[in-house]
């Protein structure tokens, strides 16, 4: 019997690539090539195309994200996509993505601010946290990203319910965006726990059972390693998510792992 509730979850972010029409057709061709009942796939094309990518996903398995989401509900913010409005056309969101915290300074406040608005919603959280290079190095890369959580999820675990027990972290060192450098699988478990230990700290009761993801600069050759961590449930793809093959092989390597995984759970 397959368990319910897929133990592997791949997320592509696809940032700003792809028109609508393309979007729909690498969506379509990604989702016929990683058929994989154990890995949950989620597609998180850019706002425009969250339509398109819908409707050439239907009847497939795979579901659709947000790349962010606005911290307020409605008004005067020229150019802004509330969490209400993607209700139909998604069903998770990024939240706190490095470059937006770089690009548009997101500060942790606003990101908890944005994790109500999906808790609101519905929406499912993908919280990305990450250190940069300069405070890895002075060995301060945990404490960094206790803080983004602490900044964060203090504000969302004041909403109504507290933390939304749904919750997905995401493991981005800043670093390894976009560089073809990854973290070693080791440093990225060591992470997970860390954010397991915080989060139970911020009030969320099942901590064993939040997904942790790694990302960055993750491809076919490198997945292996962080899904090696049983303290990984995953990863945020970037660049590699664009690739028809690259998805193909990266979800064929996380099925494996969700065997293993569903099998141990069984025993
Ligand atoms: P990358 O991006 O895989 O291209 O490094 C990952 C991300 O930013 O989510």
Redesign the pocket.
């Known amino acids: 019997m397959m368990p319910l509730v897929p133990t592997v979850l791949i997320v592509a972010?696809w940032k700003m690539n792809t028109t609508p029409g393309d979007a729909a057709q690498l969506a379509r061709a990604i989702a016929d090539a990683t058929d994989e009942p154990l890995v949950k796939r989620v597609i998180c094309p850019p706002y425009v195309s969250l339509a398109t990518v819908g409707q050439a996903l239907a009847g497939t398995a795979v579901d659709v994200g947000g790349q962010d989401v606005h911290a307020e509900v409605s008004g005067a913010y020229t150019g802004g996509t509330s969490a209400e409005m993607l209700v139909g056309l998604a069903s998770w969101c990024i939240v706190g993505?490095s470059?937006r915290r770089r690009d548009q300074a997101e500060s942790d406040e606003l990101i908890g601010r944005k994790l109500l608005r999906c808790r609101e919603a519905g929406l499912v959280p993908i919280l990305c946290v990450g250190e940069r290079l300069a405070e890895r190095e002075q060995g301060r890369a945990e404490e960094t990203v206790r803080n983004q959580l602490e900044g964060s999820l203090g504000v969302a675990a004041s909403g109504a319910g507290g933390l939304d027990p749904r919750l997905v972290v995401a493991y981005?060192p800043v670093w390894?965006?976009?560089t073809g450098r990854t973290a070693r699988g080791v440093d990225a478990a060591a992470m997970a726990d860390a954010i397991r230990d915080s989060c139970a700290g911020l009030g969320l009761t099942d901590p064993a059972g939040m997904s942790v993801l790694y990302?960055?600069?993750?491809t076919s050759s490198s997945i292996g390693e962080f899904l090696a961590e049983p303290g990984i449930d995953g990863a945020?793809?970037?660049?590699?998510s664009l690739k028809v093959e690259e998805m193909a092989a990266i979800v064929a390597r996380a099925a494996l792992t969700g065997q293993a995984r569903s099998e141990a759970a069984r025993t």
Not at 215 to 218: H, K, L, R
């Open positions: 972010n993505h470059e981005e390894a965006i976009g990302g960055g600069s993750v945020l793809v970037g660049g590699a």
